[in-house]
């Protein structure tokens, strides 16, 4: 079986892993590779629903309170229908995924954030998504203040912009985003060959054209 190359994308809200991802994405293509780009959560149609139900703040005033283990499931019932339908199969064709957050965010967010444990999110990402891992992760850590900042700040204008409300995270305290900040510098510690940690404030062409040298010294060049 021909096997593409998995890459998932993984910071704090704010950390600017959207972009770096996408610009990431448009250098592959010009090099040649064929890229398939998602988010978790959301990409497929089932996904989106649960985007929608999970990141808006408005949800709990109909739906009232969702109980951690729920965010966890649903966070993991979204992972399993984009590996289906979307990661496995653009693998298998030989592709470079790129995924903006994958289960690194669920031992982060709900693992450490929620409290739930490491342990528990580790179990359900064996048994949901057969543990299937990334071949490489980019973990973009600029300071905590700074991801806070930025993370405040754009979800302040999407709302403004859009009318659409993804807030529901971004409410959390300042505890939560402590935790979630050590929870990925304890995976970064823990699976060092997987996961490449970027740490500074650098400006965002800097941040990519050491993204580009690390992505290509892993992947081979595409042949045509
Ligand atoms: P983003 O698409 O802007 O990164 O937002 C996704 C939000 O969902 C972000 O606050 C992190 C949160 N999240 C979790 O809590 N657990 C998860 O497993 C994933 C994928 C995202």
């Known amino acids: ?27 592959l293509e010009s090099e040649g ?9 959301g990409g ?19 739906l009232g309170p969702i109980a951690p283990l729920a965010e966890m499931a649903l966070m993991f019932a979204d992972r399993a229908q984009s590996i289906h339908e979307i990661i496995l199969p653009a693998l298998v064709a030989g592709h470079i995924v790129l995924c903006d957050r994958y289960t690194d965010s669920s031992e982060a967010y709900q693992g450490a954030g929620r409290q739930l444990g490491s342990e528990r999110i580790l179990a359900m990402h064996r048994a949901v998504c057969n543990n299937l891992q990334p ?26 912009q859009k009318g659409t ?21 304890t995976i970064a510690a823990r699976e ?4 490449a940690a970027i740490r500074d ?4 062409e800097d941040i990519q054209a050491r993204i580009r040298q690390i992505v290509a010294a892993r992947i081979a060049a595409p042949v045509i």
């Open 44 to 62: 497929t149609t089932l996904g989106d629903r649960i985007r929608s139900i999970l990141l808006d703040s408005r949800s709990e005033a109909t």
């Open 165 to 185: 409300d993804e807030g529901r995270f971004e409410r959390e305290d300042d505890g939560f985003y402590r935790r979630i900040y050590q929870a990925y510098e």
């Open 192 to 195: 060092p060959q997987r996961v």
């Open 1 to 27: 079986m021909q096997r593409g190359y998995f890459i998932t994308f993984e910071g704090l809200d704010g950390s600017g892993k959207t972009t770096q991802l996408r610009r990431l994405a448009a250098w």
């Open 201 to 204: 404030d650098a400006g965002i």
């Open 135 to 160: 071949d490489l992760t980019l973990l973009l850590l600029p300071s905590l203040d700074a991801s806070l900042h930025r993370a405040r700040r754009r979800n302040l204008r999407t709302t403004q």
């Open 33 to 41: 590779h064929t890229v398939v780009t998602l988010r978790q959560p």
